[in-house]
């Protein structure tokens, strides 16, 4: 218990030294291998770097990575000052971490303005009704990376 609360501390040192020093928006994360060592961290740079996926998570895993020079965490463990939004929750799955802790919930993050909800709402929504709408395209070609992908590996 007291190292989950240690890791999440310093967590949030992080995500509040990323406002205070860097004008950054206010998220931090940590990603620990098994034996307890910190192997990434990431902070939200969304603000600084103009880009809209660098969520504090998505950074964490992009340096845990880096450092480990893997594609997965299997693992590993990631601690968030926040609960991860559906990006980060895609990308916490593709990376394959074991698990994760967070310190502010969903419903206390869209008090302070950062409310995600509308996006898990769209989710469940038919592809063609979601705000930013999805349309399945038939074309001919569709398969041919699959098929170039089998054919080199
Ligand atoms: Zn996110």
Not at 4 to 10: A, D, E, G, I
């Amino acid at each position: 218990m007291e190292k989950h609360q240690n890791y999440l501390k310093q967590t949030i040192a992080l995500a509040i030294a990323n406002v205070e020093k860097n004008g950054g928006e206010p998220f931090a994360s940590i990603i620990v291998d098994e034996n307890g060592i910190i192997v990434g961290t990431g902070k939200n740079d969304m603000l600084t770097k103009h880009d809209p996926t660098a969520h504090a998570e998505v950074q964490a895993i992009r340096d845990a990575c880096e450092n480990l020079e893997t594609t997965t965490l299997e693992g590993c463990t990631m601690y968030t000052s926040c609960e991860p939004c559906p990006m980060c929750f895609g990308a916490i799955y593709w990376s394959r971490l074991k698990k994760v802790y967070y310190a502010a919930d969903h419903a206390l993050a869209a008090a302070e303005g950062f409310d995600d909800t509308f996006i898990f709402h769209d989710m469940n929504k038919p592809h063609e009704q979601r705000n930013i709408p999805f349309y399945a395209f038939d074309i001919e070609e569709k398969n041919i990376p699959f098929e170039k992908w089998k054919e080199l590996t």
